[in-house]
């Protein structure tokens, strides 16, 4: 799978993109990039995905760009357009260059097991916000955790050290180092004894 294969599937499947027809078509011109994408009813996003190849002149990347937010300004499109470039590494000059009428992502083309992950982080602009887990679940882990304890031998110091952590982590910390200091005093006169 390509790097613009993995945009395309983040912000379909994730972000709710929907794609539009290539090469589209804007007044009498046609525009062919990789993918165009077009964000749901919530955002107000156009998403191109250009694949940057050895064939890919940067002047040639900068007029398609230009030229197609140009086209969207002259039919008064309030949408704001962003242009992820993909594969191949973005020169500074191209990046800068469309980066005067749009917003631009230049992912290039990460590989290995966490290449999936480093385009979501790229595109998580693109991204609607993952909510934390509801306050109940967090409210409740004195219950949880002795629901995982009940079918193992607990010792009175896990229960005291659950006691601690209502009172908060210095509690728990001050507890903790007492008690490791109290064991460690205890093996070096154990220690000394028998020497």
């Not at 009498?28 to 190849?53: G, K, M, P, W």
């Not at 110091?157 to 952590?165: K, Y």
Request: aromatic share 4%.
């Amino acid at each position: 799978m390509t790097t613009a294969e993995t945009v395309y599937d983040i912000l379909t499947k994730e972000g709710g993109y929907r794609p539009l027809g290539t090469p589209i078509k804007i007044g009498s011109q046609a525009f062919d990039f990789t993918h165009v994408l077009v964000a749901s009813e919530r955002a107000n996003d156009l998403v191109i995905v250009i694949e940057l190849t050895g064939a890919s002149e940067d002047a040639q990347v900068t007029r398609s760009v230009l030229a197609f937010t140009r086209a969207l300004d002259v039919l008064g499109s309030k949408r704001s357009v962003t242009a992820v470039l993909t594969s191949g590494q973005a020169d500074n000059d191209l990046v800068n260059s469309i980066s005067r009428v749009c917003r631009v992502l230049p992912v290039g083309a990460p590989s290995g097991p966490l290449a999936e992950e480093m385009v979501r982080d790229w595109l998580a602009v693109l991204l609607p916000l993952k909510s934390p887990p509801p306050v109940e679940h967090l409210a409740d882990w004195k219950a949880s955790l002795e629901k995982q304890l009940e079918d193992t031998n607990t010792e009175p110091a896990v229960g005291r050290f659950m006691h601690l952590a209502e009172e908060g982590k210095e509690a728990v910390e001050a507890a903790l180092a007492l008690q490791i200091s109290t064991i460690a005093d205890q093996v070096l006169e154990d220690g000394a004894e028998q020497s």
